[in-house]
């Protein structure tokens, strides 16, 4: 992963960044935190709003009440995070597409991804 090498206290600044962005204490399954954070921490803003459509909520990449809302009260958390997944791999893809530098980065963004698995339960 990039930034591994960075002194402790940028990891730490980076990751209270993301964790301000999805406020991941506010959702219910933990296996949906987890894949939420890693992926607004590999992918940015599109880490957000992408997750944002598939919720069928507003795509502003703001994480507000509504967002947090439609991923509580989804019916199924592991269909949702399966859905999740698969955008994330098909966003990894297209951004390979649309960028051949991006290739060279691909087997471990998709290892990353796999290492997300879904586990039912709470935070």
Not at 26 to 35: E, G
Not at 98 to 114: A, H, S, T, V
Request: with cysteine.
């Amino acid at each position: 992963m990039r930034g591994q090498n960075k002194p402790p206290h940028c990891k730490q600044k980076i990751m209270e960044k993301v964790y301000n962005m999805w406020p991941a204490e506010k959702i219910k399954s933990q296996a949906t935190a987890n894949i939420l954070i890693d992926w607004v921490l590999t992918n940015g803003k599109h880490g957000i709003t992408i997750p944002q459509g598939i919720l069928g909520v507003k795509q502003d990449g703001i994480i507000g009440e509504e967002t947090i809302k439609a991923i509580n009260n989804y019916p199924n958390q592991k269909e949702l995070f399966n859905k999740i997944k698969q955008m994330r791999k098909a966003y990894i893809n297209m951004i390979c597409l649309d960028n051949p530098d991006n290739r060279k980065f691909k087997k471990e963004w998709l290892k990353q991804l796999d290492f997300n698995k879904f586990k039912p339960g709470p935070i």
